[in-house]
């Protein structure tokens, strides 16, 4: 199992519509989760963070976390054009010896007009 | 402004030869990091920093060497052992670095793109 995992996509929403992204962590005990958004040739931009349990908004995207489960989601609503990007998940993760941030693979999000 | 620079933004080598990247932030960040990324995978860490004259290995240090001898500097040195070079690599920084419990986000640079022939 990878440590940080997500569905590579492509996710294909209409515009208007609202984007779900969904990322999943492997350890139990990770407190600290991100999201980020990477266009094509660009370096990744931070969209949000959330440590506890439940919902956080901000604007149109709102992160949600289930420790639980061990999942974190990314929703995007009124999806724009501008929104198709590579979103990449990341956890902070404890190896025994030291905590280490852990990116996913990243999801493609295309928004269709 | 207050950010993260990294050059040049495209760099291209001849296999052999050593090269390094830069990357100065202006954002009194404590930590600093270098990732690397190669298409269709995640971000890999290679080296990261918590504070000026000490670093760590991440987990492709293999072939790679940092200095951090300014808080606000973080060049990587890609030598001629690192048997696959080619790839956009990433500088970061945070206000805190990995040891702690709650991580501050990662304030990430424009990335090298490093082409080795």
């Known amino acids: 199992q990878k440590e940080v995992e997500q569905n590579s996509g492509p996710l294909s929403v209409p515009e208007g519509a609202i984007a779900s992204l969904n990322c999943t962590y492997s350890d139990r005990g990770s407190q600290s989760f991100f999201w980020y958004r990477q266009y094509s040739g660009k370096s990744p931009e931070l969209i949000m963070f959330?440590?506890?349990?439940g919902d956080k908004e901000d604007g149109r995207f709102t992160a949600q976390l289930n420790k639980a489960s061990q999942y974190v989601s990314l929703l995007i609503r009124d999806s724009q054009p501008s929104d198709s990007a590579t979103y990449l998940c990341?956890?902070?993760?404890?190896?025994?010896?030291?905590?280490?941030?852990?990116f996913g693979t990243g999801t493609r999000l295309q928004v269709t007009l | 402004d207050g950010g993260i620079t990294q050059s040049p933004k495209y760099l291209f080598r001849k296999e052999g030869q050593n090269v390094t990247l830069s990357c100065e932030q202006n954002l009194n960040h404590d930590a600093m990091y270098w990732y690397r990324q190669d298409p269709g995978q995640g971000l890999r860490l290679i080296y990261y920093?918590?504070?000026?004259?000490?670093?760590q290995k991440g987990d492709i240090a293999e072939g790679y060497s940092v200095s951090r001898e300014k808080k606000e500097s973080f060049p990587l040195t890609v030598t001629s052992a690192q048997k696959n070079p080619t790839a956009f690599y990433l500088c970061?920084?945070?206000?805190?670095?990995?040891?702690?419990?709650?991580?501050?986000?990662?304030?990430f640079g424009n990335g090298t793109r490093l082409t080795v022939t």
């Open positions: 959330i440590y506890s349990n």
């Open positions: 970061a920084s945070s206000i805190v670095g990995q040891s702690s419990s709650y991580n501050s986000p990662l304030h």
């Open positions: 920093s918590q504070i000026v004259n000490d670093f």
């Open positions: 990341a956890a902070v993760l404890n190896t025994g010896t030291a905590s280490k941030l852990t």
